[in-house]
């Protein structure tokens, strides 16, 4: 059984063994939380008088060398057992105190927000937290003391308390897993990132991807330049040679003027090929008259390895569908070429916030996420806030989940 | 007359060398690549090269480079570029590399079969040639003090800016070479250029100032 489990709010009515099992693993945690309170006490404690002492008489710099980094440890093991409590993680976000010198050290932590919070959760654990997180226990443990009480000392008062603490296990069992649950959310508030730190996180982020989203689109556009310049522009111009040369032959050399003419009408074709291909690359009619259900459709027609699709989404902006029908080509385009799959499958959803899109095969699996292509997919999602999982165990199947956050607005 | 022929395009080199031929013109040699026509530069039995602005390695526009490189270690050799593009920034390095003998054409009028072995011709005889749309994308840049001129004078300059003598212009507005020769005082009168005598040095000085250097 895993001990830090996240906590399961279900429908505490049916008393069964597995209910009661994870109380019993609840009301453990909660002992810990509660035990807590001598270590947190001490160091709200100790760093009262670093602030005190530190100005006057400089002791305070020396002890804070001590203290905060053991309430940043003491810290870290809450914010690790609350956050797999939550099943989440909950980051500190301390201000960086790197390149400075011990002895400045304590002055960057005093003014660091985080480790001000770190202050006051110290107080809330040594506090309120204590007595939250005892309840549980006494709870639990009370009717057991009272027993032993009854059998070993004399008296009628401990079995009068034992028959009167029935409604304490009731009550245990009613309150322990909201109990738990309200410490982990008040240590996720208290330790856990503030929302300005987290905006700077995710504007880092959004930077970072926006930097990576424009190489990608200066590379795509260089691409189609290249593209149009080494075929339809060439092949057009070799068809105006060939044109001209004919018109300059007619009269002397017909024979000839025809070959030059044949050969330039055959150019053409290849000129308007190579148009729809930089076309196709650029944004395929059929998304654009179908949608992204039956571009990927169209898509999936001329694949070599059979595959089935089913998508259910409605019309969606015009760049998200663009961004998950060229990630969905990718991943298709990868099965084709890597997995030797027997056959594949698209699916996709849409309710309302979040575009789904799993792409999947029988192939021999393996696929790599940081590989060439499927990093250039997740590049393309970035742009747009969207998450890509690969699961590809050797021996398959490799299965590619998109996802694009996206409201229609 | 003989020609080297530097285009990566292996239709295209294969249309050039056709027309060229067509032409009387001698390809002895068409290379796809940078470092070959380097190579085939040094030759000394070439009148011409012909050449396409990008070329492999990189793409970019080392065709051209290799021609201007040619260029400073020849002065004079006539080199003719041809590109997929109006790029006036690639004619001013070209006409920066010396004395006349260069030409900038977009691939398009290569169509124009006779017109295009004439250019040939006209930049291994020293001339100097530049594609309409390059004039007129420098003509446009400078548009300011050309209001001065007429516009029957804006259409001798455009011309005269494309490489073409004063009997080539008088044929195309369909005048005589005297009034032609009086609009050319005019147009250099007015913009304060210094007179030259042989069309290309003309040609040049009207580029020049085009080009605001």
Not at chain 1, 386 to 401: I, M, N, R
Not at chain 2, 125 to 151: F, I, K, N, Y
């Amino acid at each position: 059984m895993d001990l830090l489990a996240p906590i399961r709010l279900g429908r505490p009515y049916a008393v069964t063994a597995d209910g009661i099992v994870d109380r019993l693993r609840l009301t453990l945690i909660s002992a810990g939380y509660a035990a807590s309170f001598l270590p947190s006490l001490a160091l709200a404690i100790l760093t009262m008088l670093c602030l005190v002492l530190g100005p006057a008489l400089g002791i305070g710099v020396l002890l804070a060398q001590l203290v905060f980094p053991a309430t940043a440890g003491l810290t870290a093991a809450h914010r690790r057992i609350s956050g797999q409590l939550l099943d989440e993680e909950i980051v500190a976000g301390y201000a960086s105190d790197r390149g400075a010198p011990v002895l400045v050290r304590p002055l960057r932590w005093m003014r660091d927000p985080a480790r001000w919070r770190n202050f006051g959760f110290l107080w809330f654990s040594a506090s309120g937290g204590f007595a939250m997180s005892l309840l549980p226990v006494a709870l639990l443990t009370l009717p057991l003391t009272w027993l032993i009480l009854a059998i070993t000392a004399s008296g009628w008062i401990w079995l009068f308390l034992l028959v009167g603490s029935g409604p304490a296990y009731v009550a245990w069992w009613f309150i322990t897993p909201p109990l738990v649950r309200a410490r982990a959310l008040a240590e996720r508030g208290m330790l856990g990132n503030s929302r300005v730190a987290e905006l700077e996180e995710r504007v880092e982020r959004v930077r970072e991807s926006r930097a990576e989203t424009l190489d990608h689109s200066a590379a795509e556009v260089r691409r189609i330049e290249r593209d149009l310049h080494d075929g339809a522009q060439a092949r057009i111009a070799s068809v105006g040679m060939n044109v001209g040369l004919a018109e300059k032959l007619v009269h002397t050399d017909p024979a000839a003027a025809a070959a030059l003419l044949r050969e330039a009408r055959e150019t053409t074709i290849d000129a308007l090929e190579d148009l729809r291909g930089v076309v196709r690359g650029i944004h395929p009619p059929v998304l654009a008259d179908k949608g992204l259900a039956g571009a990927i459709e169209a898509l999936t027609l001329a694949l070599p390895v059979p595959t089935s699709v089913a998508i259910q989404v409605p019309r969606l902006p015009a760049p998200v569908e663009s961004a998950a029908y060229f990630a969905v080509a990718e991943c298709l385009a990868n099965t084709v070429k890597h997995a030797r799959a027997g056959r594949a499958w698209v699916t996709g959803r849409y309710d309302g916030e979040r575009l789904r899109i799993t792409v999947g095969d029988d192939g021999r699996g393996g696929a790599d996420a940081a590989g060439s292509g499927l990093t250039g997919v997740a590049r393309r999602l970035d742009a747009f806030d969207g998450d890509l999982h690969v699961l590809s165990p050797a021996g398959g199947p490799t299965l590619v989940e998109l996802e694009v956050p996206c409201r229609i607005s | 007359m003989r020609a080297v022929l530097a285009e990566d395009q292996a239709l295209l080199r294969v249309g050039l060398t056709r027309i060229l031929e067509s032409g009387g013109i001698e390809v002895v040699e068409a290379v796809d690549n940078a470092p070959s026509l380097a190579r085939a530069l040094t030759r000394d039995d070439i009148d011409i090269a012909v050449v396409d602005v990008r070329l492999p390695p990189t793409f970019s526009t080392e065709g051209l480079e290799a021609a201007t490189t040619a260029r400073r270690a020849r002065p004079g050799l006539p080199v003719l570029v041809l590109s997929q593009w109006v790029e006036p920034l690639y004619a001013r390095d070209l006409l920066a590399s010396g004395e006349g003998a260069v030409g900038y054409l977009l691939k398009d009028r290569v169509a124009d079969v006779d017109a295009f072995l004439a250019a040939v011709r006209q930049v291994a005889g020293g001339g100097t040639v530049l594609d309409p749309e390059v004039v007129a994308a420098l003509v446009s840049a400078r548009s300011r003090p050309l209001d001065r001129l007429t516009d029957r004078e804006r259409e001798v300059l455009t011309l005269m800016a494309e490489g073409r003598t004063n009997a080539a212009i008088a044929a195309r507005l369909v005048v005589t070479e005297k009034a032609i020769g009086k609009h050319t005082n005019n147009i250099f009168a007015k913009l304060d250029l210094p007179p030259a005598a042989d069309d290309n040095r003309r040609v040049l000085a009207v580029l020049a100032w085009l080009d605001g250097r």
